[in-house]
């Protein structure tokens, strides 16, 4: 009896958490199939949205560095480079949790976001250009002024010959 009380229990915990998650299960003789049904959403969010979601996100008045954090690898994980205002957005959530240092890596990501050589000689340049005013204002300086750019004691490569 304990036996096939056991084997009960995995066939209803399928069953549970078949129908709190939308799963479909079909039942043949005493084989159980279980299908992972996905609702996507019914309408795309438009490029303003996102903005608009992200930006609200990051001026939220009880926002802390954690979040923060997180919201940065959330951006820095999808296959774009924020708009500036997500990033002024950002960088002034930074100043109100009093993190310097975490303005300093927002804008090392943004720089490596931007891309390869074309990137940062074109997304890079107009990155900074939006975000200055943002940047004067909190009294942030950029990598490029901190000479964080260039390694402070890295050693020439000995395998380059000129």
Request: glycine fraction near 4%; charged fraction near 25%.
């Amino acid at each position: 009896m304990y036996r096939i009380a056991l084997r009960a229990v995995p066939r209803l915990s399928a069953l549970r958490t078949a129908s709190r998650t939308k799963q479909t299960v079909m039942s043949v003789g005493n084989l159980r199939i279980s299908h992972q049904v996905r609702f996507m959403s019914a309408e795309a969010t438009s490029d303003a949205e996102f903005d608009q979601r992200y930006e609200a996100y990051f001026n939220r008045a009880d926002i802390d560095g954690w979040e923060i954090r997180k919201g940065m690898n959330d951006l820095y994980s999808m296959d774009l480079v924020p708009d500036p205002v997500i990033v002024a957005a950002a960088l002034r959530a930074c100043r109100r949790v009093n993190d310097y240092s975490l303005t300093t890596r927002i804008l090392e990501m943004m720089k490596v976001k931007c891309g390869d050589k074309k990137g940062v000689e074109e997304i890079w340049p107009y990155m900074l250009q939006e975000l200055q005013p943002t940047l004067d204002e909190l009294g942030i300086l950029t990598p490029e002024a901190m000479d964080y750019d260039q390694p402070e004691l890295a050693l020439p490569n000995p395998y380059d010959i000129h």
